[in-house]
């Protein structure tokens, strides 16, 4: 059985930092691009960053200058560290694999940027 489990989220300022956490379980990570997506109520699920088996590494939208996605294969882990948060990065972060498999969404972590 494949779990994805989110962590690090929680409330920070603008300007803020926050390092997300995502381990899998009943899956070699490792062979997978993972990324990391986000969800805001009444907003589609988007992704942000990604991260190849080679460790190429792309990003989109308005984190691509702040946001820094990386691997622990060891750990069976991928990270997601953000800086300089901003309001509009306040969402439900989740992991997946991309293209995404939906019956490995997780239950994300809460991500608020709010002064």
């Known amino acids: 059985q494949v779990q994805l489990v989110e962590s690090g989220g929680g409330l920070v300022q603008p300007g803020g930092s926050l390092r997300l956490s995502c381990t899998a379980s009943?899956?070699?990570?490792?062979?997978?691009?993972v990324a990391w997506y986000r969800q805001a109520p009444g907003n589609e699920r988007e992704w942000v960053a990604m991260i190849s088996r080679s460790d190429n590494k792309e990003y989109r939208g308005s984190g691509k200058d702040r946001f820094t996605i990386s691997r622990d294969n060891a750990k069976n882990t991928v990270y997601l560290q953000m800086n300089n948060l901003k309001p509009e990065d306040t969402a439900v972060y989740y992991c997946?694999?991309?293209?995404?498999?939906?019956?490995?969404w997780g239950q994300g972590t809460q991500v608020t940027v709010s002064s």
């Open positions: 009943g899956i070699a990570f490792n062979i997978y691009t």
């Open positions: 997946n694999t991309y293209p995404f498999k939906a019956e490995f």
